[in-house]
C-alpha cells in the first residue's frame, strides 16, 4: 500500500525531491542510480588516445581487448586494473588485481632501469593471447558454443556482448592467471628506439648503453666474486691439508 511504480522521467534533482516530467513533484531521502549491468568499458566517460592520435574507443568498438587484461597495443604506458577478461565469477578479485598490481610494477621497473623508452604490448601478442581466450571459452559454460551442445544451455548473460564475445571474464583457474602473470616478459613489448643519426655512428643510444654498462659491471662483480671465493677455498683446503699432514706425522711418530 506505501509503493508507487511511477515509470515517468525525471527531468530535476533537488536537495529533497524529484521532479517528474510534467512538474510532478515527489519527496524523497535517498536516490538510486541504477544503470544495470553493463560490462567493462573504460571509454565510458572519457576519452583515451595513443599512438598516432588513435582512439581507445573506436579500438574497442566491438569490445575492449587487452593483452592479460593489463596493457593494450598502441597505447604506451597504458595499464588497466580489472581490464577485459580479468573479472572473476567464482573467486575474489582482489586476488587478481594483487597479481596485475605486481606485474605493472616489473613492467614500469623497465623504465626506471631505461630497457625501455615505453611499455607497449606487441600487437601480435596481444591478438595471440586473446585468440587464446577464445579457445578456452569453448569449453566454459560463461559462453554459447557454436553450434549449441547438448550438455550446454546457451549462456545469455550480461557477460557475453551482443557479437556473442565474453570480454569480461577470465575463462580459467585464479591460480592459471596468478601463474600467467607472475612475470612480464621484455620480448612481448617494443623495443626501445634506434638511436637517432647523430652524425656520429658510434655513439650509442643512452639507454642501451646503460643497459651495456650495468650487464658489465655486474658481470665484473661476478668474476671478482668468484676469484675471492676460489681463493678463499684454496686457503681453507691447504689449511687442512697441512693440519692432516700434521697428524699424519704425528701419528707416525
Known amino acids: 500500500d506505501n509503493v508507487d511504480l511511477v515509470t515517468h522521467k525525471i527531468s530535476e534533482v533537488r536537495p529533497h525531491s524529484i521532479v517528474l516530467a510534467g512538474n510532478s513533484e515527489r519527496p524523497c531521502d535517498v536516490l538510486i542510480l541504477a544503470i544495470g549491468f553493463e560490462t567493462f568499458n573504460a571509454t565510458a566517460g572519457m576519452t583515451i588516445r595513443g599512438r598516432t592520435g588513435r582512439r581507445l574507443a573506436d579500438d574497442w568498438a566491438a569490445g575492449p581487448e587487452a593483452d592479460r587484461g593489463v596493457a593494450v597495443s598502441g ?9 577485459p577478461n580479468s573479472g572473476l565469477g567464482h573467486n575474489s578479485i582482489v586476488f587478481m588485481i594483487e597479481a596485475q598490481v605486481r ?5 614500469l621497473s623497465w623504465l626506471e632501469r631505461g630497457r625501455l623508452d615505453a611499455v607497449e604490448v606487441r600487437p601480435e601478442v596481444q591478438r595471440a593471447w586473446n585468440e587464446q581466450l577464445a579457445k578456452r571459452f569453448r569449453r566454459t559454460v560463461w559462453q554459447d558454443k557454436p553450434g549449441g551442445s547438448p550438455w550446454q ?3 545469455r548473460s550480461w557477460y557475453v ?3 556473442g564475445r565474453n570480454t569480461t571474464l577470465w575463462p580459467g583457474l585464479s591460480a592459471a592467471y596468478w601463474l600467467a602473470m607472475r612475470r612480464p616478459r621484455l620480448a612481448d613489448y617494443l623495443p626501445a628506439a634506434a638511436p ?5 655512428p658510434d655513439r650509442p643510444d643512452s639507454a642501451q648503453s646503460r643497459c651495456r654498462e650495468a650487464a658489465a659491471a655486474a658481470s665484473r ?18 689449511t687442512r691439508r697441512n693440519r692432516l699432514s700434521s697428524r699424519c706425522r704425528i701419528a707416525a711418530s
Not at 606485474?103 to 613492467?107: A, G, H, K, P, S
Request: net charge positive.
Open 196 to 200: 637517432a643519426d647523430t652524425g656520429s
Open 153 to 155: 544451455l546457451p549462456c
Open 161 to 163: 556482448n551482443p557479437d
Open 103 to 107: 606485474y605493472i610494477r616489473q613492467c
Open 221 to 238: 662483480g661476478r668474476r671478482r666474486w668468484t676469484a675471492k671465493v676460489s681463493a678463499a677455498l684454496g686457503r681453507r683446503v691447504k
Open 75 to 83: 597505447y604506451p604506458n597504458l595499464f588497466f586494473l580489472m581490464g
